[in-house]
């Protein structure tokens, strides 16, 4: 045989199998677009009246085997209420991806979940719980979702963040951040959690803060007042965590 018809038949062959690659993909890709349209069209029609409130991307499935979870706290939707574009929606369940920051909704029983950018979202409500979501119009408070503590004129938000992370070491409880309940040590990736907390004054002047010390100093002029009320609610002790001295402090400061 004719050693270039030979050269030609071996680019055929290569030209064929890539042309076969490229249509599986399509296909593939069709495939999971239109499963992604019907469960959404069903989590719409499951949603009635609030089915504006739906119309947003299907929230991400993360397949990764790895400790820990990717949401703000546990993988658990909580029955609650949310503000959205200005229309506010109750009966509903809603969580935070806090890998990629977004709000997750979902309707009844129906498993899908859609995800809603924070600048879209003015406040959740769930389990008697504040969150809210940000946008760029807030000078000091980048943009995503925030758990919000305080009832007076003081408030602190709070922002968890989380990313896929690896390592060979023990990363269960203070190492990860957060106890995971079924920690597997035979996977090295986990999600790791960043928590942020911002201090937002009065006049609305926002600054950051990292301890409770931090946190105290925000007070200046109440000083030893408020000192007193810490030390008399025990919550200059080493085992209250820093979001319920957050909530103590700020109801001290409110009276």
């Known amino acids: 045989m004719n050693a270039g018809f030979v050269v030609y ?44 409130l739906f119309r947003g991307k299907q929230a991400t499935t993360y397949e990764h085997a790895a400790n820990g979870n990717p949401y703000w706290a546990s993988t658990t939707f909580s029955p609650g209420q949310i503000t959205y574009q200005g229309n506010f929606y109750d009966d509903i369940f809603v969580n935070i991806d806090a890998v990629a920051d977004l709000a997750l909704v979902r309707k009844g029983d129906n498993p899908v979940a859609v995800a809603l950018r ?11 719980r504040l969150f809210v979501g ?10 995503g979702f925030y758990e919000v503590f305080g009832e007076g004129p003081e408030k602190v938000y709070k922002h968890v963040s989380k990313r896929l992370m690896n390592s060979s070491q023990n990363v269960n409880g203070d190492p ?23 201090f937002v004054d009065s006049e609305g002047h926002v600054s950051r803060f990292r301890s409770k010390g931090d946190l105290r100093k925000k007070f200046p002029e109440r000083r030893k007042e408020i000192r007193k009320a ?5 919550l200059d002790m080493p085992g209250v965590d ?14």
């Open 9 to 52: 038949l071996g680019h055929m062959k290569n030209e064929f199998i890539t042309i076969a690659s490229c249509l599986f993909l399509a296909l593939s890709s069709l495939f999971a677009s239109a499963q992604t349209t019907t469960e959404l069209k069903a989590f719409e029609n499951a949603a009635g009246n609030g089915s504006v």
């Open 118 to 128: 924070p600048e879209t979202v003015s406040s959740i409500m769930t389990e008697g």
């Open 134 to 143: 940000i946008g760029d119009d807030m000078a000091g408070l980048p943009k």
């Open 176 to 198: 990860i951040g957060y106890y995971d309940p079924s920690y597997n040590s035979n996977l090295n990736n986990y999600f790791g959690i960043t928590k942020t907390y911002y």
């Open 230 to 234: 810490i030390s008399a609610a025990g």
């Open 242 to 255: 820093l979001d319920t001295f957050c909530k103590e402090l700020l109801r001290i400061a409110s009276r």
